[in-house]
């Protein structure tokens, strides 16, 4: 019992600090605004790209610029740690999730690209399926051209998350040469809130109501049938960041690969 009570007052304070560190960071990291270059977000799992870059998306597409997401993912192992619903039909819904959340974010049916990766098992750096995930990025990227890819922060710290980061690093390193990485934050202020040192904020009000349409497909929906939402029982903290109508960025130090 003592350890139940434990685990509940550590959340209670992770989601604190969580919190607390997300609104020094709106207020002290230089606004900016979205360029007018065209983009490709990769998102894990469906709702990564709304929650963590929503507003971006927004603002990028009223101002008439290409957007593209990537999705990795079915995002089927959402319901994991609370039922046996049927992985098919998790996919299946999450999908038409995130269909219809692209809507409000002006985004066409043709702006979406699916992968097929496992949920919970995007191939890590130095695991086998890795040089295959590159290439089907490599492929993507020299299909369409995009000037900026936005992928999870490294901070993020969830699994699926870092090793799209890497796959994405490494498909850029091998396919274009100059083109911008940024990173967006979904988990970070909540896995690893002194991780978020520097960066850039968005502020993204003039759009906030299409992307508060976006969340509500997500999180607003039908439940699952055991009553949590179809991407999983989330933490507060983490909802309060995707809710927030400023988002989080930082770009990855520009290098050989990575000019502006
Ligand atoms: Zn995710
Ligand atoms: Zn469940």
Not at 55 to 81: M, Q
Not at 143 to 155: G, K, L, T
Not at 167 to 195: D, F
Not at 214 to 238: F, M, T
Request: charged share 25%.
């Amino acid at each position: 019992m003592q350890s139940r009570y434990l685990k509940i007052f550590k959340g209670m304070a992770k989601s604190a600090r969580s919190a607390l560190r997300r609104s020094w960071l709106e207020r002290r990291l230089p606004v900016r605004e979205i360029s007018g270059r065209s983009a490709l977000i990769v998102a894990p799992h469906p709702d990564d790209e709304t929650f963590g870059a929503g507003g971006l998306i927004a603002l990028k597409r009223t101002a008439g610029v290409s957007v593209r997401v990537l999705f990795l993912t079915g995002g089927e192992a959402s319901h994991t740690a609370c039922c046996n619903t049927d992985r098919e039909l998790i996919r299946s819904v999450r999908r038409q999730q995130a269909s219809a959340a692209s809507v409000p974010l002006g985004l066409s049916p043709d702006d979406l690209i699916w992968s097929d990766f496992q949920d919970g098992n995007i191939p890590h750096e130095g695991s086998a399926g890795f040089e295959h995930a590159v290439a089907g990025m490599s492929e993507v990227i020299l299909r369409f051209q995009p000037d900026e890819i936005y992928c999870p922060h490294p901070a993020d710290g969830h699994p699926d998350h870092r090793a799209a980061t890497r796959i994405t690093e490494t498909a850029v390193k091998h396919s274009v040469p100059y083109i911008r990485i940024v990173y967006y934050t979904v988990w970070a202020c909540y896995n690893a809130p002194h991780l978020i040192s520097g960066g850039w904020r968005l502020d993204a009000r003039p759009v906030y109501e299409k992307k508060a349409a976006a969340i509500r497909e997500y999180l607003d929906q039908k439940p699952a049938p055991c009553g949590i939402p179809w991407c999983g029982r989330l933490p507060e903290a983490v909802i309060r960041s995707a809710r927030s109508a400023v988002e989080l960025y930082r770009d990855k130090a520009l290098s050989r690969n990575n000019f502006p």
